[in-house]
């Protein structure tokens, strides 16, 4: 996922107002005990609700919250950005009724501590963190499920720790950044010839914050990033996105990628994928369908799934078909284990 900045946020969340939180958070008595067996005490200025904690990582402490009541293999969401956070994942806490489910932020974005340290801001660091996150929680095999930067994560993790992987469901990959920009580029032609302009313009200027510039964000992300955001939860996203973690691994904008992902290219590595995988994929989605049935057929034996009617955020525009598409695979999964 890509920000703008917060300055258009205004007039996105009045557009929005009326929109109902959809999201189906399920009761997390069985599991959130068990993860508060083990979990460091908050302290008084950072009291959080039943459920939630924080766990001291690399560099600060991340907040998790453990939900759900089933017993199956529990499944871990990894958020977009870099630099978001997990308020808009909240719709898959609907798997509650059948496995553990893990909402987390990255370090540096949303409830978890701040991050401006760049030596931190690396994919193993995010990795390593996932990891103490697992650990921690006392898992052995999880199910990833990543959106977005998340897919990222959630491929390079499954790398580095392939044994503790029972399956992976990629929401929305950006396994190819220079073909996202490109796309990226593609989708802007699709725009109105003012906000073309303005990207162009603003742009070659580096002035990003320009108000004819934000318009023209926001008439993207309208189209192709969030069609029925939940007010509240886009709210809270956009508040505590973390600009130094974006800029330094994304870029500026949009269509200027100049970060440290700039040249990531993680297709190379689908082959490799040897646990039961998913894609999924918003008819309207930035990702792009096609691109994604690419990827998929790179993968062994992944299947893929187009959520009608949605953008990128598919957890916001259509969130009943993307938790039955996430729940059925990973029953699937659980049953080959």
Known sequence: MRPFRILALSAIVAATG??????KSSSSDSAAQRASASATTP???????SGEWRLAVDGGRIWY?????????PVILLHGGPGFSSFYMKPLEALGNERP???YDQLGGGKSDGLTDTTKITIAHFVKELDSLRTHLGYDRVHLVGHSWGTILGLEYYRVHPEHVASLTFASAAFDIPEWERNAKRLVTTLYD?????????????????????????????KYVWRHPVAADLDSLLKTVNQTIYN????????????????????????????????TV????????????RHAAMTPGAKVVVIPGAAHVTTWDNPESMVKAVRTHLNAADSVH
Request: negative net charge; hydrophobic residues 35%.
């Open 65 to 73: 919250k453990v939900s759900g009541t089933g017993t199956a293999t």
């Open 194 to 222: 003012s906000a073309q302009r303005a990207i162009r313009t603003r742009e070659a200027q580096k002035q990003y914050d320009a108000p004819d510039y934000q318009a023209a964000l926001e008439e993207f992300y309208g």
């Open 18 to 23: 009326a929109c109902a939180d959809r999201s």
């Open 282 to 293: 918003g008819e309207f989605d930035e990702a792009n369908p096609a691109t994604i049935r």
């Open 43 to 49: 302290t008084a200025d950072t009291a959080l609700p």
């Open 101 to 103: 489910v893990v909402r």
């Open 248 to 279: 330094y691994m994304q870029g500026p904008s949009e269509f200027t990628i100049v970060g440290t992902l700039k040249t990531y290219d993680g297709t190379k590595y689908l082959k490799d994928v040897k646990v039961p995988t998913l894609f």
